[in-house]
């Protein structure tokens, strides 16, 4: 079965500060890994994903996330924070080799950007 | 273009009674899957359609069914409403059934079970 982990529920950090936000993840096969960020009262909007090749993947807003096989981590990085950038952001994962429509997603964490 | 679109919005409903909800993917999007979201957690996989065909189940019981239209959109059906069906329920489309493809989340619609 696949998991994924995020455990902070709640990440603080000032603006124009890096931001981390941590995910790991557990699956059989080689895993297929997404960031989602969700604003309130709307659907999640894709940030980013992981496939194959370059474990540092590039997505929008200036985010990117690394991918590190051996800790089973997907986690998601920004060099300088933004008040923007505060909302709800999930790390999701698929197994390639089973249920291709099924994302299992973390619980979230919670980002807030102080001025 | 328009983004993932869901109906109603938000809706009200008692213990027992069928419930509706309806969505429609992205122009070109052939692909369909249904998440629950309560409150402090993160979405649920309940059902994925690709090419009007079910491609996966969750775990969910079988009050819950789904179907997918020619058009590609899509209805989630839920009968028996239990108070623990309140919840957030997206929908989300993808150009194609494989695991690869990113998928893309409409605003969803919140259901209150009373």
């Known amino acids: 079965a696949q998991s994924v982990a995020q455990p902070e529920d709640q990440v603080n950090v000032a603006e124009g500060n890096p931001l981390t936000v941590k995910c790991t993840y557990s699956?059989?096969?080689?895993?297929?890994l997404f960031w989602y960020v969700q604003y309130p009262n709307r659907g999640l909007q894709f940030l980013l994903k992981?496939?194959?090749?370059?474990?540092l993947v590039k997505g929008s807003y200036g985010f990117e996330a690394e991918f590190n096989k051996s800790q089973t981590s997907f986690h998601l990085k920004k060099p300088s924070a933004l008040v923007s950038d505060s909302a709800l952001y999930f790390c999701?994962?698929?197994?390639?080799?089973?249920?291709?429509?099924?994302?299992?997603f973390g619980d979230g964490t919670t980002l807030t950007v102080k001025p | 273009d328009a983004g993932v679109t869901q109906s109603p919005t938000h809706l009200i409903k008692t213990r027992g009674q069928h419930v509706t909800l309806r969505c429609s993917p992205i122009?070109?999007?052939?692909?369909v899957s249904w998440y629950q979201q309560v409150l402090g957690q993160g979405p649920q996989f309940i059902f994925q359609?690709?090419?009007?065909?079910?491609?996966g189940r969750g775990n969910f019981p079988d009050r819950f069914s789904a179907r997918q239209f020619p058009n590609y959109s899509s209805e989630l059906n839920v009968n028996a409403l239990l108070l623990g069906d309140s919840a957030l329920y997206l929908c989300?489309?993808?150009?194609?059934?494989?695991?690869?493809?990113?998928?893309?989340f409409g605003p969803g619609t919140r259901l209150t079970v009373t």
């Open positions: 699956v059989s096969g080689n895993p297929y």
């Open positions: 122009s070109g999007h052939k692909s």
């Open positions: 999701a994962v698929r197994d390639p080799n089973t249920n291709a429509g099924k994302s299992t």
């Open positions: 992981y496939i194959t090749g370059d474990n």
């Open positions: 359609y690709y090419e009007k065909e079910e491609r």
């Open positions: 989300a489309s993808s150009l194609s059934g494989v695991s690869t493809y990113e998928q893309y």
